[in-house]
């Protein structure tokens, strides 16, 4: 669930003396936030976490290589140790159950699919619907198969308490920040539980919805002469609110074999008790944007202070770190080999069990799924025959009619088209994970409303109740459903490797956006440069039209180039962390461009939250454009250069055309319901954002794509500088360092480059490094573009990048971000801390 790319050192030095073992080290040169209980001398002996290298430093050595922290002027000590109690995902004092039932469902010859339990109290809703869907079509014909399906039950007594306790929390924590106006930013309240994301989940929660019920469901067949049909057939069912459910399956596999021996009430009793037994209690909760950090990273030790602060706080209280034989419940004294996964054990039996639980999960992950296996079974037959789409759709066919199958799914999950996936004479399971796998794909962990309308398993007994559902995603296996192309809009064939739209999809209307950019609008005669890619060139793309007349590198969607650095990244074996990382940063780029593209086109966007210093300036310079011009790229004067917000491009022209090529694709999402999610989830995000006076991913990308010069540049480094301090505030620039893309404009062969300031050209960061090195802990560029401000002509500029450089170093995730730095920038930072004390004295 949470897979981990195995580290791979960076091609630049560090600058130490360390050993080739050293350099294979989750994370070099660390140091703890929990550091100060061990001497100086003496490393944490467990070789889990990434441990400080203990080699003695030479004293003749020059200073530049000893990295010694800088004393940091009082003003900026900001980072200090933890003081908040930290808390558990999943409190042991919850009244919460990690499984609400377990269902019982039995196959019988006269009567047809039976519910033989429901423990501990029937379930609800319709009995003979539920056996069904446990009991799939084809099971007799396997010995054993998984299915999955989701349940909305929904309890309005309790959510309405939720919400009331939600409005308290919101209403408590306003007058907090009230009180709080004007005193010394270091000063934190040790009860002040918000900066853990609890009400930031409950904020989320409530305008999601409560979660759904996930249903994992094991159907298992036995040959039995001793019965009419020669067979006896039996599924059963866990019923959770945790979308990791893919953890219960060895439970699953033991007890329903005991349930064949003993099929009595009490066989699902110590199953209910066993599985509810499990202790989550010392795995700590996160924020939103430190799940984000730690899906970004593939060091094993990040956020480690939590789970041994957890342990802290259990030992301070008086619990024991022992087995309660009355729970049955078994505490873990240790901490995590990895911080990605939480491993604990569940009691069934007497057997323990041992089991990995994901830390971080992002919206719309649900079960155990492979983005790298559906990528593979239509990425094949693609790339060794490829067959164009005979029904072309604005929608689907952002490049044509060769546009790649996976970007053609992508697409139509992204503007709700009603997509199958059909596996014939394939297991259940195959095609239920590939449901949840298109739901994760067009999430991207940003976008939500996909499972919901999901159904990872269903049979033809319930088409007209499918039919009814706008936009759902749907497995089946039986063969039928290929043959109604009125049923759905895109089919995609698990068994071939091919995908058809259907001939009897609704045509898509013309709207005022891609009336906009069409040859002859404003958009077309206003910003697309001739010779550069005509606007008439950049639509053919966008309205499915041939791809052979796209200039400008043949890919005005840029849709070509990302899926092929995916597939390079499948085929090195990056691994699964690495593939979701990419289509997280496709998602979120396309949410970004579309927000300039409603502004551009309507004069205002809903998902734009603005900030109070970018309220001044006008929506044409959102995207880091306008004012003057020099050689074909855009500045804004120096005193504006950080009000702006949004997406950032080099040329308007390469803005116009972008947007050109994706403007079908932007106006069928914004008529979904992931949409209308998102701008919710972004006015949430937007109230607990600790930095609100710049647009902090703004700057940043400013600072990656454009050519500045020494003054625009010191002045985006002094508002990055002066915006981060706290710990919040770190752990935002952190996510704004993951979310950086520097993709250049679809077809550029290579981006302008980062922070070009006096004497210093781009950095040749082209398309090879665009989406090549997403899924690190670094991120797209780690701190090295902000390094680079260590280089910057004036003095207090250099200085205040190195204040910032060591209060992330001094972060409990920033210090992996630090690790990450080469040896030319570390030994900037040192050059820089080293001329401060000596004119200091």
Request: hydrophobic residues 35%; proline residues 6%.
């Amino acid at each position: 669930m949470a897979s981990v790319l195995a580290y791979r050192p960076g091609t630049s030095g560090t600058g130490t003396a360390s050993t080739s073992d050293d350099a294979r080290r989750p994370s070099l040169n660390s140091q703890p936030s929990y550091r100060s209980k061990h001497s100086a001398s003496t490393p944490p002996s467990d070789d889990r976490i990434s441990a400080p290298i203990t080699k003695p430093i030479d004293a003749a050595r020059p200073a530049v290589f000893s990295f010694s922290r800088p004393a940091l002027p009082q003003q900026n000590s900001m980072i200090r140790k933890r003081k908040r109690k930290v808390r558990s995902q999943y409190p042991s004092d919850s009244d919460d159950k990690h499984v609400e039932y377990i269902l019982v469902a039995s196959f019988d010859i006269d009567r047809g699919s039976i519910m033989e339990h429901q423990y501990p109290a029937p379930i609800g809703g319709d009995e003979n619907m539920l056996a069904e869907l446990m009991l799939p079509d084809q099971a007799h014909m396997r010995t054993q198969d998984w299915t999955m399906f989701f349940l909305h039950k929904d309890n309005a007594e309790d959510e309405e308490v939720r919400r009331e306790k939600l409005e308290k929390r919101k209403a408590e924590r306003l007058e907090r920040l009230k009180a709080k106006e004007g005193e010394d930013a270091v000063d934190e309240d040790e009860d002040d539980n918000d900066s853990d994301g609890s009400l930031e989940d409950e904020d989320l929660r409530s305008v999601a919805g409560p979660p759904l019920v996930y249903v994992l469901n094991l159907v298992t067949t036995k040959q039995d002469n001793s019965v009419r049909r020669g067979a006896v057939c039996k599924a059963m069912a866990v019923c959770t609110r945790h979308p990791f459910l893919h953890i219960y399956k060895p439970l699953l596999l033991l007890a329903l074999e005991e349930y064949f021996k003993n099929p009595v009430v009490e066989t699902l009793s110590t199953l209910y008790d066993s599985l509810n037994a499990m202790d989550l209690s010392l795995m700590p909760r996160l924020s939103t944007m430190e799940r984000l950090i730690l899906q970004a990273s593939d060091v094993r030790d990040v956020y480690v202070e939590r789970f041994e602060a957890l342990h802290e706080q259990r030992g301070a209280s008086g619990a024991e770190l022992t087995h309660s034989p009355s729970t049955g419940r078994t505490r873990n004294g240790g901490l995590p080999r990895d911080t990605h996964e939480f491993e604990t054990v569940l009691p069934y039996n007497g057997i323990p069990i041992p089991v990995k639980v994901p830390t971080a999960l992002t919206a719309e992950t649900v079960g155990d799924f492979s983005l790298v296996k559906l990528i593979q079974t239509f990425s094949q037959p693609h790339a060794t025959s490829p067959e164009p789409f005979k029904t072309l759709h604005p929608h689907l066919t952002t490049s044509g009619a060769l546009t790649h199958p996976i970007i053609v799914l992508l697409n139509a999950l992204l503007t709700q088209k009603r997509i199958i996936f059909i596996g014939h004479n394939l297991p259940s399971s195959t095609v239920a994970e590939t449901v949840l796998a298109a739901c994760a794909l067009a999430s991207g962990g940003l976008l939500r409303g996909f499972v919901r309308h999901a159904f990872p398993y269903t049979d033809l007994t319930k088409i007209d109740d499918l039919l009814k559902v706008p936009g759902f995603i749907a497995g089946v296996t039986n063969p039928t459903f290929s043959m109604h192309a009125e049923w759905w809009d895109l089919l995609c064939d698990l068994t071939t490797g091919r995908m058809k739209i259907s001939p009897k999809i609704e045509p898509a209307p013309t709207t005022e956006g891609t009336a906009y950019f069409a040859p002859g609008g404003l958009g077309a005669m206003g910003g697309i440069e001739k010779g550069g890619g005509s606007g008439s060139s950049s639509m053919a793309a966008g309205l499915g039209g041939s791809s052979s007349s796209v200039s400008y590198g043949g890919d005005a969607t840029g849709d070509n180039f990302f899926i092929n650095s995916v597939l390079t990244a499948v085929n090195e074996r990056r691994g699964e962390g690495a593939i979701r990382a990419k289509f997280r940063l496709w998602i979120l780029k396309f949410t970004r461009i579309a927000a300039a593209f409603e502004e551009l086109v309507y004069g205002a966007s809903a998902l734009v939250v603005s900030t109070p210093a970018g309220d001044v300036v006008s929506p044409a310079s959102s995207p880091g454009l306008t004012r003057t011009m020099s050689g074909g790229t855009l500045h804004t004067a120096t005193n504006e250069i950080t009000r702006g917000y949004g997406y950032v491009w080099p040329t308007l022209s390469e803005k116009n055309r972008e947007l050109a090529a994706n403007a079908t694709r932007i106006e069928g999402w914004m008529k979904t319901r992931s949409y209308y999610n998102y701008i919710q989830d972004l006015a949430v995000f937007y109230s607990y954002r600790p930095i609100k006076t710049i647009d902090l991913q703004h700057c940043h990308d400013k600072l990656v794509k454009l050519r500045l010069g020494p003054d625009n540049a010191a002045a985006l480094y002094a508002a990055i500088c002066s915006a981060v301090h706290s710990t919040e505030q770190i752990d935002q620039l952190l996510v704004t360092v993951v979310n950086t893309n520097p993709i250049p404009a679809a077809g550029q062969a290579s981006a302008t480059g980062p922070a070009a300031m006096q004497g210093m050209g781009g950095s040749g960061i082209g398309a090879s490094a665009t989406w090549g090195s997403a899924g690190n802990a670094a991120g797209g560029g780690g701190l090295f573009h902000l390094a680079l401000g260590l280089f910057h002509p004036r003095l207090e500029i250099r200085e205040k990048v190195a204040d910032l450089l060591a209060r992330v170093r001094e972060h409990e995730a920033g210090r992996h971000f630090w690790n990450r730095l080469g040896g030319f920038e570390r030994a900037a930072f040192e050059r820089v801390e080293s001329a401060r004390r000596d004119r200091e004295g």
